[in-house]
């Protein structure tokens, strides 16, 4: 069964950078993209970017476009969401999602990151 | 990219229907078929229950159901249950190979 696993929460300071993974298993890890959904406490659920697998190719959220960094490892099966110069306001819960033709069919379980001095 | 327009919240008694609405402009919902629906529960991962529209996945009840009109699409919820209570989250496909949500709604089943 399609399963994505992420990392664990994470505490960082402002201004710093998180890196968050996501082990895809149970179908063909290039055959799908990956994207990445936050949702901040209390709030909507926010699309971030995308990166084609097979390709390497990746695509942001205007907002987000020059912050981060989606990458991955075709033999570990892994993607990487990289948000860099974090604030207050990047506290959230970062979700990984494989997408199914144009829709979030799978998600990950959410990595928790909380920015704070 | 502004999100779409969902309402806030929306309320039924059990074993009503209840429609929650997701507008968007001519660049996304207007233009494709392609707005999916999310259910999520209280620190749990949003889950598909419609996709392109007006498909459900396996596994998904047939009493939620999709639709779309012009910039607005539409998630019909019928036979309400305790259970449907969560948040309600529309996403569109958007010209240029990106997404969005939108607002997000909270079901209350009274």
């Known amino acids: 069964q399609v399963q994505l696993v992420q990392s664990g929460a994470e505490v960082m300071q402002p201004g710093a950078s998180v890196k968050v993974s996501c082990k895809a298993s149970g179908y063909t890890f290039t055959n799908s993209a990956i994207h990445w959904v936050r949702q901040a406490p209390g709030q909507r659920l926010e699309w971030m970017g995308w990166?084609?697998?097979?390709?390497?190719?990746?695509k942001f959220s205007p907002k987000f476009q020059g912050r981060v960094t989606i990458t991955r490892d075709t033999s570990a099966t892994t993607a990487y969401m990289e948000l860099s110069s974090l604030t207050s306001e990047d506290t959230a819960i970062y979700y990984c999602?494989?997408?199914?033709?144009?829709?979030?069919?799978?998600w990950g379980q959410g990595t928790p990151v909380t920015v704070s001095s | 990219q502004s999100a779409l327009t969902q309402p806030a919240s929306v309320s039924g008694s059990p074993g009503q229907s209840i429609t929650i609405s997701c507008t968007g402009t001519s660049s996304d919902v207007g233009s494709y078929n392609l707005v999916s629906w999310y259910q999520q529960h209280p620190g749990k991962a949003p889950q598909l229950i419609i996709y392109e529209g007006a498909k459900r996945p396996s596994g998904v009840s047939s009493r939620f159901s999709g639709s779309k009109s012009g910039n607005t699409a539409s998630l019909t919820i019928s036979g309400l249950q305790p259970g449907d209570e969560g948040d309600y989250y529309c996403?569109?496909?958007?010209?240029?190979?990106?997404?969005?949500f939108g607002s997000g709604t909270t079901l209350t089943v009274l």
């Open positions: 990166i084609n697998t097979n390709l390497g190719t990746t």
């Open positions: 999602a494989k997408l199914g033709g144009t829709y979030f069919h799978y």
């Open positions: 996403c569109s496909y958007v010209t240029g190979s990106t997404y969005v």
